[in-house]
T-cell receptor, first 113, second 115 residues
Framework: QQQVKQSPQSLIVQKGGISIINCAYENTAFDYFPWYQQFPGKGPALLIAIRPDVSEKKEGRFTISFNKSAKQFSLHIMDSQPGDSATYFCAAINTHSNYQLIWGAGTKLIIKP | DAGVIQSPRHEVTEMGQEVTLRCKPISGHDYLFWYRQTMMRGLELLIYFNNNVPIDDSGMPEDRFSAKMPNASFSTLKIQPSEPRDSAVYFC?????????????FGEGSRLTVL
């Protein structure tokens, strides 16, 4: 119940295309869903996050779509650029319970020029 | 503003040796986390502190691992004795005070290789 399942494990997209990464969860007590971006040799960094009271959040080329009934959320990267090549992690947390992020397994994204 | 600072960035040691990893969180952050990252297991939370007090150490793999936070600006993760299976990247992260959120600020990590 504490798991966050992330897919795909790896993804190759042409420059200018749309990258889509999906996550699913079981615990309905989760109330905050962040996405982290990690470049090689660096720590993960918060990219964008959403709360379950909204169905979509957009920041620049990055959009989170959230489907509360299906317990799924996804990251869309529009007009993908080579600089977006990184590993992306979805996560979930119940901010009213123990302070522990539950992490997806990560998606290695490669944007081909 | 300086981010989370970890040292050393790389450590190569031999099995059985003691390893100490260090972390300086962002000033004013009152949560500190130690994570381990491997290809096989992904990101694993080892332990976290709130106001220098260990809150949850259930992720610490075994007694060979210990962590301390003697003050708000410094924490250590110690492995004694080290084993090859401890080889991983260890991250320290800190977060803002107040209501728990999912926003963590990570350091650049300490890559540990145990031969």
């Amino acid at each position: 119940q504490q798991q966050v399942k992330q897919s795909p494990q790896s993804l190759i997209v042409q420059k200018g295309g749309i990258s889509i990464i999906n996550c699913a969860y079981e615990n309905t007590a989760f109330d905050y869903f962040p996405w982290y971006q990690q470049f090689p040799g660096k720590g993960p960094a918060l990219l964008i996050a959403i709360r379950p009271d909204v169905s979509e959040k957009k920041e620049g080329r990055f959009t989170i779509s959230f489907n509360k009934s299906a317990k799924q959320f996804s990251l869309h990267i529009m007009d993908s650029q080579p600089g977006d090549s990184a590993t992306y992690f979805c996560a979930a947390i119940n901010t009213h319970s123990n302070y522990q992020l539950i992490w997806g397994a990560g998606t290695k994204l490669i944007i081909k020029p | 503003d300086a981010g989370v600072i970890q040292s050393p960035r790389h450590e190569v040691t031999e099995m059985g040796q003691e390893v100490t990893l260090r972390c300086k969180p962002i000033s004013g952050h009152d949560y500190l986390f130690w994570y381990r990252q491997t290809m096989m297991r992904g990101l694993e939370l080892l332990i976290y502190f709130n106001n220098n007090v260990p809150i949850d150490d259930s992720g610490m793999p075994e007694d060979r691992f210990s962590a301390k936070m003697p003050n708000a600006s410094f924490s250590t993760l110690k492995i004694q004795p080290s084993e090859p299976r401890d080889s991983a990247v260890y991250f320290c992260a800190s977060s803002l005070p107040g209501t728990a959120t999912g926003e963590l600020f990570f350091g650049e990590g300490s890559r540990l290789t145990v031969l």
